[in-house]
Nanobody
Framework: QVQLVESGGGLVQAGGSLRLSCAAS????????MGWFRQAPGKQRELVAS???????NYADSAKGRFTVSIDNAKNTVYLQMNSLKPEDTAVYYC??????????WGQGTQVTVSS
């Protein structure tokens, strides 16, 4: 069993920055990758960024150049550094663990609100 707990969300003005953290417990070393998703009201959940345990990073087009995903294996923590935030980045952000090609475990989410 894997438990994921996100933190770091909040209210920020456009152009500002936030760093989200995802603390993982349990057997995450078998995970293929860790990812950050977001879901805005009335929209589908979308993958924002992911990082494999081989440190291969992938980003949604909307996140490229502004967001950076990283992992601290010693702390079992995944981060999402978000810079140059825009109002359209407003959403609930979720951390997830990919195991056997499936995003199997999810955190409870953390709200990010970007004001214009």
């Amino acid at each position: 069993q894997v438990q994921l707990v996100e933190s770091g969300g909040g209210l920020v003005q456009a152009g500002g920055s936030l760093r989200l953290s995802c603390a993982a417990s349990g057997s995450i070393f078998s995970a293929d990758a860790m990812g950050w998703f977001r879901q805005a009201p009335g929209k589908q959940r979308e993958l924002v960024a992911s990082i494999s345990y081989g440190s291969v990073r992938n980003y949604a087009d909307s996140a490229k150049g502004r967001f950076t995903v990283s992992i601290d294996n010693a702390k079992n923590t995944v981060y999402l550094q978000m810079n140059s935030l825009k109002p359209e980045d407003t959403a609930v952000y979720y951390c997830a663990a990919k195991i056997a090609r499936t995003w199997r475990y999810w955190g409870q989410g953390t709200q990010v609100t970007v004001s214009s």
